[in-house]
């Protein structure tokens, strides 16, 4: 589906076009094309290949669903894929952007993801001085909105380790569920790291000492991009630690409290095997016990049963066995 | 043995031949030779190395169960090594190819696998715009469709992992048979991982700065492969991970479901064990013990068991010891 | 906030400045203005920017929270962000300074924290010999109090965690606690290696074969800065190490202390269950039991079941079950 | 001990040489001389020292126990020490040789090990077309030798660990000694590692780019080996990283089988505290008991027991508690 | 403290100085002056830096106590600091060298360290043809010497591991004891990995490509200090990782330890569970209770007992819960 197609000239749009008319702005001196296909049918890029002269491969990167961030360069121009991470569910829904970046056009195509790049389009048209950069601003400009808006996703799961984390120390928490939360978390960690690990890599050669001729005066954003890169490369990283830290430390912690409740059962049981024992004892039947014959035998023999458990109740206590 | 033998002049098969009429065909300009063979003799492969000029050290590895694969420059020519990997109850089936590819020729030796290059040979003469490129071209069609084959593979792996993951969780699953799956998925993920990453190293040379001249003109397609390549060797780190993870989370799950169920035993233990101390107490043999001699003192011995119990169950529920 | 704004020349200071009056001072040959800001206003970073010609871009790094430490040139002059971490509350509270490099300025931006950069100043003025260097030698003294700063923190660390490893070993420590001191501990790391990691790549750049102009006669003053960051860095390294063995050896002490007190519990279990037994047997009421009938036989079952309770005692001592 | 010594000419054996007459042959033009020594004398080496003029401090390691495996150049001579693996009594012997290959000669010190390089000396003098290429050639022979003989061991490894594996999950397996095989076999791996390693990076710098004078007409050849050792390293890693699994998952299945024997154990004491408990309110002593008077009283109080750990028992069983 | 200061000529020792006559023989063509200082005060480094021209950072870090070893250069000349680690009470004592090494001198200044270099400054004398490469051969022979001591020290941790190692298996070890030495080895091995780790990658600019005039002679020697730091690491890192298997192995060896008590334990307390239960029903009170009256009743109760204890003895034994 075409979202939208426009010519620019030095800085200015100059006319919504038609895909036909095309062909007319790219043969116009300084004037370039900058088409948004969401969705596309193979027709519709079939139609653009021809137009702008793209690569097979590129294009069928762009058609089927590739799984790993990527930016080549086919010549003079550069192919971009890049993920669109949408939180959906308590999961994350994995779409993609592929962009096609030449010295006369920029052509972007969404797959399989809801939120598109108009603001990006608005927020270029209103500042000229850089929209006059050329094709190159451009592909900066989807790039960093793609990678701004992982921010917030990461911080999500970084909310989400926090309480998680919260209930592993706490006093009487519940932290089996814990486990299952951090493997979920642990996943959806993996996708991000997928998104952001291959784009650093492909990132650092637009940004670095050989930069493509599209993106020569635009270097100094694609590093402000890589600098945006590497913070969300550490966080992630930060975060895979502290799950994993997080996943063996609450086994520990729900075994502990485990062993901790065998620990006060069995004192309990101590406890009561005391008295069953001294009953056992007055519950033989030699002819010669003369304590069964006293007078108080019997509130004796319950006072030392109970002195015995009281004595051992507050021993065990002392060493935290109870 | 041979399965098949063609020679290709721009773009299009213009004979099927014996080995014998090789020779002829190499000297022709601008034509190329293709054979096939699958699990050949010693003295096809003598044959063929005389034709073909093929180092003794590259023949040695095309017989022998090479372990590791590799792509090698031998002067002009190059040589691969792949792995083909064919799933076979529940186990990986290990094969290999080894590809010979010169100015003029190419030559794939097939070994100790099931599901031959046919097709990757049908395709190749239905274009002849890209047949045209050479030998370089059909090397990279036969590299093309041996690491396409990985992507099922990987995929098995994958659904595997997920199926076993469900089960972790599960409230009355069997998690001990896990572990025994998911260490065989490991074994098998090492297969894939000993066909991936070796490969990915030697097509990086292909796709470079520096490439062989065989390969000049299809630097962009191997890049392509190099790409495949990384996304399964990235998919594979990914289930190795999740693997490591999965098995410690899994071990973990069941001691703490036989922690669970050894805690109930003990607190069931704790319940009998307190009318027992109370039977055992009225078991005495003391002759002055007024309960005894009450009506309704057996009655109410059986009263105090029953409440003294109905009491620490539901503590113990409350307390998630039952 | 304007924290000091003056003009140097010569290695010598020449004038207190208002911030208009910095252009004149900047035309001059030789002179250099050294502008401090503290949590300053969008206006006030504004002015700076069109009075030096900072670029958008890192003025944008210096106005937000940026999470990453870095050293970035633009053109002739530099950029660094630098962490400034000071503890509060058992936990480590992360601002940051900002220093823009030119060749005839600097100006550092403090923010979101406490203790300002005075005393470097002073030191310097104390120097005319090496502020003589210029702005490449303040930024260099800049980054050396920040960096001179973090040895203290991590020394604190170290202290900790000597106190936390003294109680792993204690034969009556409170073990369990350590767990929550070494999370913690660890997660306090992380926020050292996220200030000194990132900073040691910048100041490699600075100190290596390729030096920008503004730190040519200060590269060896860098390279002294690159060694302290791979002190840091590499104790950063040690305590992780030893934490993460720490937490899980102290894991493991807990859970043998819980087991130790457990085999413990059963020893005694044993041994009360032995005199029950005998009990029991006595307390049958078979009709020929000629034991009943000896004088001393209620004497002699008492005596057995001492005499077989101390036995097992001292075996279950000589075998470390009690 | 001298093993051999003997001058080639154009692949031919010349002469068996006396260590005096080396260096009529050393003059002769394309001539070399092979020497091999056999654990010698301090004297021995100092003599060929003087006849080969070898580097005091090469000499120093041949001589010396050293430790790790190397490839150095000494102006145009090279010097390589390998580590001699020999599997005895379930342990691995580590031998070693040095090798000294200059233009004209080449000498091998074998040191503490048993098995010698006559069969890399018989197969060199049939092949005359290969030592042809000289003391190159002849380095590379014998590196081939030893690092061909590491993979039998590394096979023994991988046979060892697939046997234990095979333990590992057995129904009725005996588990608890597979911990110290593990361990035993980790360590004997080590020791491939260290033979392994260290000569993988000495061998690359003999086949890639920069080749030394002396193997620039075998670098294909040093390829092979580098490509073996390549094939041993990676097995060595695979071997290492299941060892650690195994180790991991089989302490984990022992704890798991004594924690499922404590659980039958608990389970089975619970249906003896049934019976006990039962019997214990019939053997109270109050006086008006109606049960105690029925005629079936006895059997129906053993039918109740009955009964009731009939019932537990298929419960048990059902929730695999027994 | 001035430990010794000669001039040396030609390989020879020429002269004792005083530090006041230094001058004079730097004035000399090849001639040079070699200083060791042993804890020096702050006026003795100050006199010594103002003769040699030191850098002042270079004199800063001999002064102060620095945490990690280093090879610097200073224009031509170059700056070394060294650990020194001497074992003492369990402990190992952290000392430092400094050298600084020019065309015409060399200055040690040992801190904090016992053993000082009398016996290095003897065996360069008694070798004049090694000394007459000058400064850079002293610097090697220092480095040397410090490199050469490591290798006892490490031998001293394998030794105490294997001695731990031995006793993790033994059938009637003490493990417990075991972790607290492997952390206690682990902690003194790190001392040693920042003695040497950064000291390799110190050489390796002294032994590589790119050599510093004042080693321009020696490079030979410096690769050597190399090969033995990689020695040197190597083994640390296989002891490294040794301790970590063992830490984790040890700790499942107790874990499996207690467990087997417990189920020892249990077995036990089943097997007096049975004789108690058959007691406690004959202990019952019915009126009508046949075996009551038998003659041989109580006989039979007791074999039966016996009879049921001997049998699951024999059970437990042969499924090994005994």
């Known amino acids: 589906m075409l979202v939208s197609c426009a010519a620019y000239l030095d800085g200015q749009k100059v006319a919504d076009l038609d895909i036909d008319r095309i062909p007319d702005y790219l043969r116009r001196p300084n004037c370039f094309v900058w088409v948004a296909l969401h969705d596309p049918t193979a027709a519709e890029l079939t139609d653009l290949q021809r137009v702008f002269a793209l690569h097979p491969l590129a294009v069928e990167d762009a058609q089927a669903g590739h799984e790993r961030p990527k930016i080549e360069e086919y010549g003079d121009s550069l192919f971009a894929v890049l993920h669109l991470v949408e939180p959906a569910d308590g999961e994350f829904h994995v779409g993609e952007v592929a962009i096609f970046a030449g010295s006369n056009y920029v052509l972007s195509v969404r797959n399989n993801a809801q939120k598109g790049f108009q603001d990006v389009r608005a927020r270029c048209e209103r500042e000229p001085d850089l929209l006059r950069h050329g094709p190159g601003f451009i592909l900066y400009a989807l790039i960093d909105a793609v990678v701004d808006r992982y921010f917030p996703i990461l911080e999500l799961l970084e909310d989400e380790l926090d309480a998680v984390e919260a209930s592993i120390f706490a006093p009487k928490g519940v932290p089996r569920e814990n486990i299952e939360s951090l493997y979920a978390l642990k996943q959806r960690l993996m996708v991000m790291k997928h998104a952001v690990a291959p784009l650093l890599e492909g990132i650092s050669n637009l940004s670095g000492a050989r930069v493509p001729p599209l993106c020569a005066g635009t270097s100094l954003y694609f590093r402000d991009v890589y600098d945006h890169l590497q913070r969300l490369n550490q966080t992630a990283e930060s975060i895979r630690d502290t799950v994993a830290t997080a ?16 620990k006060r059962l069995a004192a309990y049981a101590a406890l009561l095997a005391v008295p069953t024992m001294i009953a056992g004892i007055y519950g033989m039947n030699f002819e010669h016990m003369p304590e069964l014959k006293w007078h108080y035998g019997y509130a004796l023999s319950l006072a030392v049963m109970a002195a015995l458990d009281i004595f051992l109740f507050f021993r065990f206590k002392r060493a935290r066995w109870l």
Chains 1, 2, 3, 4, 5 share one sequence.
């Open 247 to 262: 996943i063996s430390v609450n086994l520990s912690m729900v075994t502990l409290q485990e062993n901790e409740t065998m």
